[in-house]
């Protein structure tokens, strides 16, 4: 009797062991309910803190309680990328409250220069949404307003945009640009002239993104820098990463957004070429490399936080068994250091970068295998994630990133991609699809979900 009861025990270890008991167990509806609700908990705590300590500013600082604003004056970025979260998770009152604060104070007409990249998927995307979510046409205004202002950018001998412009004069400044900067426009802009009937902003977008795909190398990939008055490329590392990431997602997205299958080929030469120079197959898992664009030979390998959302888009362009060995991946770099670190080396399986700034996209990728297969593990590695999240990024107040994922020290710093990416993938992987239609509207790559254009 002792000897099978040792044998059953033993069984069952290895069982645990090799993750089968938990990624194919049963996660039932009330569990997913339970799920919900705390992420609903967490946005609301993290609203309280924004509240209490920073109201009006762009983001909280979480550890000194203190606001903090990205220019001289702020533009509201905490409350614009939350906005729509708090509607989609049903946060009525946040949600009113955001949109309140926004239509009172929101005011563009700032003596600053800006990141044009990181305004319009923060802002000119919360408030299009905004727009579109709930029909007043004050936040088309201020999107359409903050859009004329950012437009200057593109006024490069290529089309393609300058990475910083003054609100107010129109002066640009930094024409050494990346892929990520200059692509990631296309679905605001091009949305923009779809809700206005002015195509000046699709064309101009389109314009930057076109050279780029142009330019691109012998192999079909790009590099991470350009320069936007002579087109030439100034480095050549290609990878899947920051400088390059959202460019492919929205060659992707745009194609769905839009129907304009000038996207669509782009995105395929380019998905081509990513598969066959930058993965990199491993028992753990499927990570990218770096290589150079025009030779493609390997000049490194580390993998990190924003690289893993293309297994989500790898999976939602058609290729699911490809997204499935990325995600294994992803979520090997999630589970062997505690959370995530930004950056690690798949190799020697060592911390190269060892923060976590509450970034969204490995959740994102659960949250795309777990809507395309239906596979219950992606449930689980949701659930560790958000629970991993809760347990050592929450504060009093808020939460706070992590300066180093291995010693859990925390920074003083909340994003407003927290409010806008993370805690929305959080509740969708668990909420019922009706909540967010992917046949209906395609998320931008700060998670503001755009309505998908009708066929002309
Ligand atoms: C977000 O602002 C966007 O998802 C962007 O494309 C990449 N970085 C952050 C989140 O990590």
């Not at 670190?341 to 976590?356: G, K, L, M, R, V």
Request: net charge neutral.
């Amino acid at each position: 009797m002792i000897k099978i009861k040792i044998l059953i025990n033993l069984a069952f270890i290895l069982f645990s062991a090799t993750g089968f008991a938990q990624k194919d167990a049963k996660f039932s509806e009330e569990m997913k309910q339970e799920m919900c609700h705390k992420v609903k908990a967490a946005a609301q705590h993290a609203w309280q803190g924004y509240k209490k300590y920073a109201w009006g500013a762009d983001d909280l600082k979480p550890l000194t309680k203190e606001p903090k604003t990205w220019y001289k004056s702020s533009m509201l970025m905490t409350p614009v990328d939350a906005f729509d979260t708090f509607t989609l998770l049903g946060l009525r009152a946040e949600a009113g409250e955001a949109k309140d604060l926004i239509l009172s104070r929101l005011d563009f007409n700032i003596d600053n220069d800006v990141q044009v990249f990181e305004i319009t998927i923060r802002l000119l995307g919360g408030l299009i949404t905004a727009y579109e979510l709930d029909g007043n046409k004050k936040f088309l205004a201020l999107a359409t307003d903050l859009a004329n202002r950012l437009m200057p950018a593109f006024n490069s001998a290529t089309g393609m945009p300058y990475r910083y412009v003054h609100l107010q004069t129109g002066k640009t400044r930094d024409g050494i640009n990346n892929p990520a900067e200059i692509g990631t426009l296309m679905m605001e802009f091009g949305k923009l002239s779809k809700l206005t009937g002015d195509n000046t902003y699709y064309n101009a977008a389109k314009k930057g993104m076109m050279f780029l795909y142009t330019n691109r190398s012998v192999l079909d990939l790009v590099g991470e820098q350009i320069d936007v008055q002579t087109g030439k490329w100034v480095n050549s590392r290609s990878q899947i990463g920051a400088y390059i990431d959202s460019y492919y997602e929205y060659l992707y997205k745009s194609w769905l957004l839009f129907g304009d299958a000038d996207f669509k080929v782009a995105f395929d030469t380019h998905n081509k070429a990513i598969k066959k120079h930058l993965i990199h197959k491993t028992p753990k898992g499927w990570f990218l490399h770096q290589v150079d664009m025009n030779n493609g030979k390997i000049t490194g390998t580390t993998y990190g936080a924003l690289e893993a959302f293309y297994a989500g888009l790898c999976a939602f362009a058609g290729d699911v068994e490809t997204g499935r060995q990325i995600q294994e991946a992803n979520y090997y770099m999630w589970t062997r250091f505690n959370i995530e670190p930004e950056e690690f080396n798949f190799i020697t399986d060592t911390i190269t970068s060892a923060y976590y700034i509450l970034r969204p996209e490995n959740l994102e990728s659960a949250f795309y295998m777990y809507r395309l297969t239906g596979e219950l593990k992606y449930l689980w590695q949701g659930k560790v994630m958000v629970d991993d999240i809760i347990r050592h990024c929450k504060t009093d107040v808020a939460f706070a990133s992590l300066k180093n994922v291995q010693t859990f020290e925390r920074s003083n710093s909340m994003e407003s991609f927290f409010f806008g990416e993370t805690l929305k993938y959080a509740y969708l992987i668990f909420a019922p699809e009706s909540t967010l239609d992917l046949t209906k509207v395609v998320m931008t790559t700060e998670a503001h979900p755009f309505k998908i254009e009708k066929k002309q």
